[in-house]
């Protein structure tokens, strides 16, 4: 029976059938929707389960393997529809509902279908650009299916090979396909096997141009052919135009400029049919840096324009942190240098927000590309070192060709100050900066503050007379790097609990001899997460951060030994509210105490769900010390 004939059965034979009748079928229907790309037909049949996608499904009626088996499904296709339609709020939907499915899997002891929902929940943060945490699932899926599943497997190593792609390690991703290249093989499912092709087509086509690889386009082509022989046997019409969209990328970085926009206006408008606004916005993104490539730059930034207003709706920060980009280097190369730098600025800002590191270092390096000429030396020299750092483990040869381009405009950059020097006379004013004469004042003034504190940075903000000691700490951090080794010691902390080949759960914290208090901070804001860090630091409390409530609650039912958790409440996928109930339910961290540092108005629902005490950001972050070392008398007293 063809899909459009279920469907027809379902809606008219639906009043017929039980309740869990149609809880299965309209499971085992909106997955062969899915793979077919009809995620509104797939949530019509959900509909009876999920009338509002602004609610939470309705159970009522169902056991336990019904209800998790509906939530996995509703979760799959919320997260499609989060992404076609540039829902706000829509990956963090699909990652709450898919979450719930994990946890009651689990409780009922089915690996095989929480590796199902974890694969799920990869996508969602896949979306998001936190490439970090998708990893973590898709290894963690890998790792607990209970037997040979040759389709789950294949689709979890196809999706761990897209995200290695995405961020660059290209070699990592080949891998991944060699090993679902037999199981592909194997299987029967054209979508698996269209998305093989079409996910291997895409490591061959970034590794063609840099590398002036011919074979490699060749192989590339085949492989897009492949992928759209399969997406047309699976009726997948959204895979299709990726494909086209693909070619497109493929023919620009080729520089055969024609064949880029053929293949991509195809895409555009089978995207613009197809309702899909978030795909759509990327294929703009492609027409813009093709149109730079061709000098046309004020075209290219009204498209880029266009395509950074529709991202800027959904949850996709690495996506808009590429249109961002591309935006500014158009604005830059039309004359409007105050706009651009500050769009390409907000790039790394939201790149390095969601962990997209490749993202923001890509963007750095906009950067010096496009103002070596209007940008001191010093600042050039900083945000190149900063691009190094964060795109040294990327195996995209195309960086490396970038990081020694911009090697170069930095040299000649210093070249010529260095002559600027030579014929400037150092009795005139010429060449003179207030701006600058004022700032080595303030780092002098500075220097001694510290010097005479002891390195103590509280001591010497109250020397200073600033009334928070964070404003120095912000100086420091900005404006005067340089100084911050004439600060105290502190231990390094990690910034990442998670690495690509790193246990998932943070290891035991080194404890220093001054304290043993070791704090966990759940905080999406990764500047506020760093001053909390130095604020208790100073102290001399250890501090390790996470990004979102999920990856808090896996870190949180291992036995990493914490005093105390300091919870934002705006978190991506799991709430802060959300996730302080859930650590109720965690027996060895029941007597831990909690700190909500928010800027929510969610004071008494905080209270409600068990926090020892509630602060607000920003003016909070001063008082933590202070309410953290109550918490922990009070929590020795009750053990005394």
Known sequence: MSLEAELTALKTQKNDLPLTERAALSCRLAKQLEKAGKYELAYEVLAEFWPNRDESPHLEGLDETQKAEVLLRIGAIAQWLGSTDQTAGGQETAKNILTRSIEIFEGLQEPQKVAEARGELALCYHREGAFDEARIQLRTALEILPEPDNDLEAVLLVRAGIIEERTGRLNDALKFYERAAPLVERSPDHAIKGSYHFAYGMVLRRLSTPENR??????????????????????????????????????????????????????????????????????????????????????????????????????????????????????????????????????????????????????????????????????????????????????????????????????????????????????????????????????????????????????????????????????????????????????????????????????????????????????????????????????????????????????????????????????????????????????????TPVIMLSGSDCEAEAWRAGVKAFLRKPEGVEQLPSNVKRLLAQRKERKD
């Open 214 to 591: 011919e074979d490699y386009l060749d192989r590339a082509l085949i492989e897009y052919a492949a992928s759209s022989f399969h997406y047309e046997q699976a009726g997948n019409e959204i895979a299709l135009a990726r494909v086209e969209s693909n070619l497109g990328f493929l023919f620009f970085k080729s520089e055969r400029y024609r064949q880029a926009h053929e293949h991509l206006n195809i895409a555009r408008h089978l995207f613009v049919r197809l309702k899909d606004v978030a795909t759509a916005a990327q294929v703009d993104d492609t027409r813009a840096r093709t149109l730079l490539a061709q000098g046309r730059a004020a075209d290219a930034e009204r498209i880029a324009r266009q395509a950074v207003r529709v991202l800027e709706r959904g949850g996709q920060q690495a996506l808009l942190a590429e249109g961002l980009t591309t935006q500014g280097v158009a604005l830059a190369r039309s004359g409007n240098q105050a706009r651009a730098k500050a769009l390409l600025e907000r790039a790394i800002e939201v790149a390095e927000t969601v962990g997209d590191l490749e993202g923001a270092g890509r963007a750095k390096l906009s950067i010096v590309e496009e103002f070596a000429d209007k940008t001191s030396a010093k600042e050039l020299i900083t945000m190149y070192r900063s691009a190094v750092e964060l795109l040294k483990s990327s195996q995209h040869p195309e960086t490396g060709q970038r990081l020694i381009n911009c090697a170069d405009a930095l040299f000649e950059t210093l070249a010529r100050v260095e002559l600027q020097d030579q014929e400037s006379d150092e009795h005139t004013w010429q060449g003179f900066s207030f701006k600058q004469h004022v700032k080595e004042s303030e780092r002098t003034v500075i220097e001694r503050a510290l010097r005479d504190a002891g390195g103590s940075v509280t001591k010497a903000a109250r020397l200073l007379g600033f009334k928070h000691h964070q404003s120095l700490i912000s100086l420091l951090n900005t404006r005067h790097k340089e100084l911050l080794k004439a600060r105290t010691t502190i231990r390094k902390r990690r910034r990442h609990l998670f690495s690509g080949n790193k246990k998932r759960i943070v290891e035991k914290p080194t404890k220093s001899a001054k304290s043993q208090i070791a704090i966990l901070h759940v905080e999406d804001n990764r500047a506020v997460a760093r001053t909390v860090q130095d604020t208790l630091g100073a102290e001399g409390m250890h501090t390790d951060f996470c990004l979102s409530g999920a990856t808090a609650l896996e870190i949180l039912k291992s036995n990493a030994p914490y005093d105390l958790i300091i919870v934002d409440n705006d978190l991506p996928g799991l709430s802060g509210l959300e996730l302080v109930l859930r650590i109720q339910s965690i027996p060895h961290r029941r007597g």
